[in-house]
Every structure is written in C-alpha cells, then in structure tokens.
C-alpha cells in the first residue's frame, strides 16, 4: 500500500496529482482483485486518501471504474482522416489494439464485461463510457466514406455499420481475450482490408 | 440444493445420470458465483455427490468447468455444406450464436475468458476444449471454399483465415457480452455476407 503523496485537501475538485493516484490504485485493484471484489475502501486506502475525496467525485464504484478505464488513453476524437475508407479502417483497429495493449487493461476488460452480465448498472455505465465513444468513432470514419463516395449512405447508417462498428472493436479483444496476445501488424492490415473489400465490391 | 437422485456408486465411470447432475451444477456455479468462487466441494454438494466421484473424472476444477462447458451444446462437426461460402459462413456465424444463447453459457464465457488473464491453466483449458474446436470447424469451411475455387488456398491458411475464424467467434460473443442479446438473423447474414465478398472480392 502506497503512502499519500498530500493529505485530502477537502476541495470539491480532485487536484491532477491526487487523481493520477486515485487512477493507478482503480486500475491495479482491478487488475488484482477483479471488479466484483474492488471496494471504494480498498481503493481509497491503495491510493492513500479518505473514502469521501471518492464519493465527492463518484456516487459508487461502478461509475468511479468506468471512469477511470474510459479516461484511460481512450481517444476523444475519431482518427485523423487518412483519405481512404481502408486506411481509416486500419487506424481504427490500431487504435483499439493499442489501447488494450496495457497490460493492465488486458486483464481489466474482459472482468468487466464478465461482471456487466451480473450488473446492468456496470453494463450500462460500460455502453455509456467505452462502447459508445468507440462506436461514434467508427461511425464518423464510415461517414467519411459515404463523403469521398466509397460507400452508402444506407451502408453507414444500417445493420451492416453496426456490423462493422462490432468487429473492429471485437477482433482486437479476442485476440487478446483468446490467444493472449494483441493483433500484429499484418493482423490489423489484413481486418481493414477485409472490411474496406466487403463494403465496397460489387453485389 | 438438490438431494442426489442415487448415492455414489463407487464405480470408476461416471454413468450418464450422474453426469448429468455434475452438469447442471457445474453451470449453475459458474453462472452465480463464476469461475474464480467456484470450487469443487460445491459442485459435488450441489450435484448430491462424493468429491472423490469428481476427482476419479477430472484432475481439478479447470479441466472440470472447461469439460463441461465444452459439451454443452459445441457441434462436434462442420455444418453441412451449404454449396456456397457465403451459406457455409452463415452457418457457422448461427451456431455460435445459438450456443452463446443459452442463458447460463451468455454468462459463462465472459467469465471463463476473465478468468482466464490470470490463469495461465483455464487459458490453456480455454484454448484446447472451446476455441480449437470451434477454430477446426471454422477452417473446414474455408477449405471447402478452396475445393470449389471461391477462395485461393493461401486464403485458407494464412493471416486472413485466421481473422476470419476470429471474427466468426468474436462478432455473436461482441454481442451478447457488450449489446447483451444475440446477433439476429439480419445480422447474422449481413455478416456472413460482408465476409464472403470481403474475401472473394477482386484485389
């Protein structure tokens, strides 16, 4: 258990430093322990500030966990536009594959998806944190296409986008999840270039 | 807690009733307590029998859980040849989705996959009894695609064969672990279809 670095200044605001904390001992507790037996008292005591610093910032752990993995090198904005449907494709699953190459982060999404069957809360708050902004990234990317012309407007608004937004999400987690190691590179390339073929050949 | 339906028989060979017992137990543990609470004492409570009548079958819980879960409903052989990739592909996207449906195993397999981050021994378990099956049959497909000259054989063995198969297995557990309900049929096919042109495309 780590020492506090300050004492809990009983500000309304977390300051970065005590956040950067509060962050390492939610994701090593997950890690650890699994989200079923993480506790707002386990955390608080690992990061070295009272319960109550928490609960100002989060109504319960299921809110604090999600926040925390969704802050937790999930891009904000879609990726820059490389000009083509493939090449966005391909940025998309790099970026999914980089962010569950933390090695804690391995251990961290596969508990929660196990624990989000036994809470809808968790599930919800999971849909709402991570699986939401990924899929409006997705989707931005597939709009583009639509733009440059390489696909529908029906393609990128229908089941095959939902389709397409799952698999660049779910590919790179069952090769970690299963096989225990992230999409290599040819890996990646070769999922981009699948969808970008399956979107845009003739039918 | 059930009574046992007979008491042990001391008999090297489980018969089919006992199993059965073992069965229904062994997934109704997993899908309340899961993998990491789940222990063979309560199994053999609950199932009304000896611990020694499990350990005479299964060297612990890992083979017991993965022998078990593997049973329970994975089709042994490829689905019947549709004559065409594309009804071969939907075939298999509708046996897994139909396997991950039974409500105890939507619970399971997000657990036994957690579980398995930090049990190198369930991984492995993981990997021979559930994936590698699944993995074979979905190989088979693809080689009946090469012996009617849908696909090259390259296609069959390398980096795009093995995205496949991943994406097969990934896409229907994507939905049901993240959307929590299974791929529908209009999914189904527009997955199977996506997939097809994906690799029968011109290049």
């Known amino acids: 258990m780590s020492t506090p670095r300050r004492a809990p200044s009983g500000a309304a605001v977390l300051r970065p430093e005590l956040t950067e904390a509060v962050v390492d001992a939610v994701l090593a507790e997950l890690a650890e322990v699994g989200h079923g037996r993480l506790s707002m008292q386990r955390v608080a005591a690992r990061a070295g500030v009272g319960k109550s610093a928490l609960y100002r910032r ?3 752990k299921d809110e604090m966990v999600m926040d925390v993995v969704g802050r937790f090198g999930v891009p904000a904005e879609p990726p820059p536009d490389t000009g083509t449907l493939v090449g966005d494709l391909h940025a998309l699953v790099v970026g999914m594959r980089d962010w569950l190459d933390h090695p804690r982060l391995a251990s961290i999404v596969p508990d929660l998806l196990a ?20 899929r409006d990234r997705s ?7 639509v733009a440059r012309g390489e696909i529908t407007p029906e393609q990128a608004g229908g089941v095959e986008a939902e ?6 999400g779910s590919v790179p987690f069952w090769r970690v999840a299963v096989h225990g190691g992230p999409i290599d590179d040819q890996g ?9 073929r399956g979107m845009t050949a003739p039918r």
Chains 1, 2 share one sequence.
């Open 58 to 60: 989060w109504p319960g």
């Open 115 to 134: 624990e989000s069957r036994r809470s809808p809360r968790l599930a919800e708050a999971f849909r709402e944190r991570l699986s939401g902004p990924r």
């Open 139 to 145: 989707r931005e990317v597939l709009a583009r296409a």
């Open 163 to 168: 389709l397409v937004v799952d698999l660049l």
């Open 188 to 196: 990646a390339t070769a999922l981009a270039e699948l969808v970008a």
